[in-house]
T-cell receptor, first 115, second 110 residues
Framework: NAGVMQNPRHLVRRRGQEARLRCSPM?????VYWYRQLPEEGLKFMVY????????ESGMPKERFSAEFPKEGPSILRIQQVVRGDSAAYFC?????????????FGNGTRLTVT | SQQGEEDPQALSIQEGENATMNCSYK?????LQWYRQNSGRGLVHLIL?????REKHSGRLRVTLDTSKKSSSLLITASRAADTASYFC??????????FGDGTTLTVKP
């Protein structure tokens, strides 16, 4: 049973370009979470999705950032018109049930560098 | 401000010693989880403890939860060099998101 798969592992974008980060949850997991991590810091929550629905997007910047988890295919975190401050590691996690009942299984992250 | 905050920020011990890390939080929780992160990797879940539990064990790991003090501790006994990593606590409130602290960086010297 493959774990949470994130790709690409590393992504370099110039300012103003778009970044698309993909996350395939573990088999049987319908809950997906995106977090951002800066060096030497903890994970900052961005968005929680459950198959085609956004449950909590309180951590998502209002502009330029969007996330989806379609019925078929991976979850996508999309950052439009990237700026240098978007450089970070972005982690996706999945769980079979909601956060009350099951721990999160993390991917190894996508490291975004904006030049 | 952070819901969960780990203490200390950094801890350095010799192999074979015990390591204790603490986590404090601000509001009532449904459960608290401890995770480990090796450099450049994703987080790995260690233990989940529910608000009605006081202590849980898993191998060399022991987690306690004191809801009256809003705090939890993670004890790693007989540490090994391979335990070197960052350790994070995460709290869940009312079926919402898991909120992480900034972690404790543990270094175990061989």
């Amino acid at each position: 049973n493959a774990g949470v798969m994130q790709n690409p592992r590393h992504l370099v974008r110039r300012r103003g370009q778009e970044a698309r980060l993909r996350c395939s949850p573990m088999k049987g997991h319908s809950h997906v979470y995106w977090y951002r991590q800066l060096p030497e810091e903890g994970l900052k929550f961005m968005v929680y999705l459950q198959k085609e629905n956004i449950i909590d997007e309180s951590g998502m910047p209002k502009e330029r950032f969007s996330a989806e988890f379609p019925k078929e295919g991976p979850s996508i975190l999309r950052i439009q018109q990237v700026v240098r401050g978007d450089s970070a590691a972005y982690f996706c996690a999945s769980s079979p049930q909601g956060p009350n009942n099951s721990p999160l299984h993390f991917g190894n992250g996508t490291r975004l560098t904006v030049t | 401000s952070q819901q969960g905050e780990e203490d200390p920020q950094a801890l350095s011990i010799q192999e074979g010693e015990n390591a204790t890390m603490n986590c404090s939080y601000k509001t009532s929780i449904n459960n608290l989880q401890w995770y480990r992160q090796n450099s450049g990797r994703g987080l790995v879940h260690l233990i989940l403890i529910r608000s009605n539990e006081r202590e849980k064990h898993s191998g060399r790991l022991r987690v306690t939860l004191d809801t009256s003090k809003k705090s939890s501790s993670l004890l790693i006994t007989a540490s090994r060099a391979a335990d070197t990593a960052s350790y994070f606590c995460a709290t869940v409130i009312n079926a919402g998101k898991s909120t992480f602290g900034d972690g404790t960086t543990l270094t175990v010297k061989p």
